[in-house]
Structures are given as C-alpha cells and as structure tokens.
C-alpha cells in the first residue's frame, strides 16, 4: 500500500469508523478515532446548540489535536501506517457550519496557530453517502442523542464536505457508499484496497464500487 497516513472522511453515520477498523486491520496499522463518547458537550450539544456548539467544537479541536500530536511526538507516524476517522481540517468545516460568525472568528484564530504543527494526510478516503442511508446507519447505531439529528442539518454538512474535499488540494478519493458495503460485501472492500495500489495526484478522484 502506497499511502502510509490514511484519513477516512464523511458525514454524520456515513461508516468512517468501520472502515477505518477495516483498514487498520487489514494492514496492521495504528488506528485514531475520533472520542466521541468521551466528549461531555456532544449530547449537550443536541439539546442546546445555540449554548454549547462553542465549548463543543473546541474541545473536538483539542482532542484531535492532541491525539495527531502524540502520534507525531512518538514517531509511529513515519515508520508504520496510520489510519484515522478524521481529516483535522473538518474542525473548520463543523466550525463554520454550527458557530455564530463572532465565535468562528475566534475559533479560526485559534485553529490557524495549530494547524501548521501538523501533519497532512497522504490520502483520504470520502464516503459521500445519501441521506437515507445517513438516517438508516444513524438509527441503527443507537446513540440516543443523534436520533432527533434535523435533516437539513446533515444536508449543510453534506454539502460543506463536498466543498472541503473538492477545493483543497489533498489526494482525495471520493466513494458512492450508496452503491458500496465494505462490511458486508468482500468484494467492495477488494476493490477499495486495490484502488489504494495505485497512484493519484493531488486533487479529487472518484472511484466507482460496484
């Protein structure tokens, strides 16, 4: 495999994390996931969103940061793979969607003098999925405070990763999950890894499962 730091991105129950899993299983990588169940302010956040989308969003910032920090202090990150559930770079795009435009100024600020101190994936994977199957996936997690997620909320994200993925200029891999099942189905999850034996430029590519 070409690429040893792999990002898995995509909305809201568009399965990151499992294949994330998969791929860290498959090529004996380190895996970083995202703590959201360790995080006080998500459920809040459901609730609340006008009181605790700031404290929320920083201390996603926080978290992330200080878990991609450690994996750079240890030097695993250049000396075996690495896979995470996240691209950094969506703290700005959940940021820019859920803060008001005096918070996201601060926010920004604060998000501009870390960034550089990290690295950048080699390659990151994008699950574009329906909104049905967003809502199916969501459901059939069961974490009680994603159940009432508004759809228009998960359109907004849709759309602003779309956005973040076409206009930066990462090697992006853009997959139709709405055709694919990497869990369920051998085959999409062959295709994928030998996708991941080919080189791409920097830009976006869309990879079609079938």
Same mark, same amino acid.
């Given at each position: 495999m070409k690429? *040893?730091? /792999? @990002?898995?991105? =995509? !909305? /809201? =129950?568009? =399965?990151?994390? @499992? #294949?994330?899993q998969m791929l860290q299983k498959e090529f004996g990588a380190n895996l970083i996931l995202e703590q959201y169940a360790d995080n006080p302010f998500l459920p809040k956040f459901y609730v609340n969103k006008d009181k605790y989308s700031f404290p929320l969003e920083l201390s996603f910032l926080a978290e992330r940061y200080k878990q991609l920090k450690h994996m750079l202090n240890t =030097?695993? #990150?250049?000396? %075996?793979y690495l896979i995470s559930d996240y691209l950094f770079l969506k703290s700005k795009l959940f940021a820019r969607v859920n803060l008001y435009e005096d918070e996201y100024k601060l926010y920004e600020t604060i998000f501009d003098i870390i960034y550089p101190n990290l690295p950048e994936p080699d390659l990151v994977i994008y699950l574009h999925a329906p909104l049905s199957? #967003? *809502?199916? !996936? /969501? @459901? %059939?997690?069961n974490r009680t405070y994603e159940q009432n997620i508004p759809d228009d909320y998960l359109i907004d994200l849709q759309n602003a990763y779309l956005q973040l993925i076409k206009s930066n200029k990462?090697?992006?891999l853009i997959i139709d999950t709405s055709q694919a099942d990497f869990l369920n189905n051998p085959s999409h999850f062959q295709q994928l890894l030998k996708a991941l034996e080919q080189d791409y430029e920097y830009g976006w590519h869309y990879v079609p499962i079938s």
């Open positions: 690429y *040893k730091f /792999i @990002t898995v991105e =995509g !909305n /809201i =129950g568009a =399965g990151k994390t @499992t #294949l994330a =030097g695993d #990150l250049f000396h %075996q199957r #967003l *809502k199916k !996936n /969501i @459901t %059939q997690r990462f090697r992006s």
